[in-house]
Nanobody, 123 residues
Framework: QVQLVESGGGLVQAGGSLRLSCAAS????????MSWFRQAPGKEREFVAGIHWSGGSSIYADSVKGRFTISRDNAKNTVYLQMNSLKPEDTAVYYC????????????????WGQGTQVTVSS
């Protein structure tokens, strides 16, 4: 079992940056691929970025490509999401997710979730 705790959310002006962190418990973190999802009010939870357990590959939603960067530090059991050039439409609750094996880009399946962290981008 994996427990996930996100941090780093907050209020930022458009064009600004934030770095989200997701700390994971458990000794097998290095074998979990990690993803970030987000959910805006009244909308479904959507995939943002994912990184393979090996750290060798990552994928991004088109809406954040070139602005967001996902990374991981297996020694610290932590995954990060660096968010640059933030836009008001990036406002959402951001969730960290863990999946044994491959990167997940949908909310279906046996996925571990964090509690979420709020990101608000003002115009």
């Amino acid at each position: 079992q994996v427990q996930l705790v996100e941090s780093g959310g907050g209020l930022v002006q458009a064009g600004g940056s934030l770095r989200l962190s997701c700390a994971a418990s458990g000794r097998t973190f290095s074998r979990y691929s990690m993803s970030w999802f987000r959910q805006a009010p009244g909308k479904e939870r959507e995939f943002v970025a994912g990184i393979h357990w090996s750290g060798g590959s990552s994928i991004y939603a088109d809406s954040v490509k070139g602005r967001f960067t996902i990374s991981r530090d297996n020694a610290k059991n932590t995954v990060y999401l660096q968010m640059n050039s933030l836009k008001p439409e990036d406002t959402a609750v951001y969730y960290c997710a863990a999946n044994w094996g491959s990167i997940v880009t949908s909310t279906a399946g046996n996925i571990y979730w964090g509690q979420g962290t709020q990101v608000t981008v003002s115009s």
